[in-house]
């Protein structure tokens, strides 16, 4: 749980950085979970448990490296960066 934590107070701070609000910021984090989650939820079903805290694992790891983003680059630029592919298959 630390983990958890601790990305939870670092969401909070970039949050006041970026101005923007913890529920944006977690939305943002939401769009890359996902795309995450569904492309390892098979294998970490084929694996059992080990497989799901394989899966948690990835996505901490990928909500810190999106907050460090975010933080480094802005949040628009990161959604400019990172989210044009969603934004295509919406057209």
């Known amino acids: 749980m630390p983990r958890f934590?601790?990305?939870?107070n670092q969401i909070g701070l970039i949050a006041k950085?970026?101005?923007l609000s913890i529920?944006?910021?977690?939305?943002?984090?939401?769009?890359?979970?996902?795309s995450i989650a569904e492309t390892g939820i098979g294998t970490a079903k084929a694996l059992s448990?080990?497989?799901i805290q394989l899966l948690d694992e990835v996505?901490?790891?990928d909500y810190k490296e999106t907050l460090?983003?975010?933080?480094?680059?802005?949040?628009?630029?990161?959604?400019?960066?990172?989210?044009h592919a969603f934004a295509e298959n919406e057209q």
């Open 17 to 19: 950085k970026v101005t």
């Open 59 to 61: 996505l901490l790891n």
């Open 23 to 34: 529920e944006q910021i977690m939305g943002i984090l939401s769009v890359r979970a996902v």
């Open 5 to 8: 934590e601790s990305i939870w």
């Open 68 to 83: 460090s983003d975010i933080s480094k680059a802005g949040a628009f630029n990161h959604l400019e960066d990172n989210m």
């Open 49 to 51: 448990s080990t497989g």
